[in-house]
């Protein structure tokens, strides 16, 4: 290590909300210091977290945060001991893995982990606690909300969130009132299927306007490969499981007619 003096300066990187104490009591603090003058921590207000993640997780990168700033003040380390937070933020968990966190979904997060930071006030959780508000905490003009790039593109991915998440709900219910069981056997209460089915198509034509709108103002920041790729993440998958529910409903949607149990 003491070849390595003033060549490298080491980062301890640590994603969770709360640290493990192995991690707490590792031999390298003590070790660190004696080889090399600046030791940095390394935090996150985006991705290392899930894989595949439509939206940012706030909370747990605000904790994160919120761990690291305490962990530096304990009386593990002296006042000096660090040199800064590096504030990081992923898109990717590797280069093979898929798209996660797109930079304009993370904003709430980078806002309320750079308010903790600054304050250690923990606000995640807190709804009413807007940009400008935040930018004001930490001492940036509260304009500069109106000048993030991307904010048509949290907007759309927030709606495109919510209108998976009924899609989602509504597949489930549907599965679960008409099994394979039953569907096998043309055995579907008509005017429930009915009634699902109708709400799923609304829920449809709701995707697919919000995919039209997200394919537009992705444009504004990213390239056609990247817009592919996250649509194709995070799109697709849910259009061909309404798609599937089309297929696997359809024999049973114009019966009229049900015989007694059992059925054979």
């Known amino acids: 290590l003491s070849q390595l003096k003033g060549l490298v300066e080491p980062v301890s990187w640590n994603y969770l909300p709360t640290f493990y104490d192995y991690y707490k009591t590792l031999s390298a603090w003590k070790i660190y210091p004696k080889f090399f003058d600046n030791i940095w921590a390394a935090s996150a207000f985006k991705g290392g977290v899930d894989r595949f993640s439509m939206t ?3 909370t747990h990168h ?3 945060n919120r761990q690291w700033l305490h962990f530096m003040q304990s009386p593990t ?4 001991y660090f040199s800064a937070i590096i504030l990081t933020g992923w898109s990717r968990f590797d280069h093979f893995m898929p798209l996660c966190d797109i930079l304009p979904t993370a904003y709430p997060s980078l806002l309320y982990s750079l308010h903790i930071l600054n304050t250690d ?3 995640a959780n807190d709804p009413f ?3 400008e508000t935040l930018l004001k905490s930490i001492g940036k003009y509260h304009h500069l909300c109106k000048t993030l790039p991307g904010m048509s593109i949290f907007s759309n991915i927030s709606s495109l969130s919510m209108v998976v998440s009924k899609i989602q709900n509504l597949l489930k219910l549907l599965y679960d009132t008409s099994p394979e069981y039953n569907r096998n056997r043309s055995f579907v209460r008509r005017y429930e299927l009915d009634s699902q089915l109708t709400e799923l198509k609304d829920f449809e ?3 697919l306007s919000t995919k039209e709108q997200l394919n537009h103002t992705l444009s504004d920041l990213y390239s056609q ?3 592919d790729e996250w649509l194709d993440l995070y799109v697709t998958p849910i259009q061909n499981q309404m798609y599937k529910a089309y ?3 359809s024999p049973v949607f114009n019966t009229t007619s049900w015989g007694r149990r059992p059925l054979i």
């Open 247 to 249: 297929i696997d409903f």
């Open 129 to 131: 606690y807007d940009c």
């Open 62 to 64: 605000v904790l994160n």
């Open 121 to 123: 006030q923990f606000l």
């Open 225 to 227: 490969d990247v817009i």
């Open 77 to 80: 380390f002296d006042e000096k």
């Open 56 to 58: 940012t997780n706030a």
């Open 205 to 207: 034509k709701e995707l």
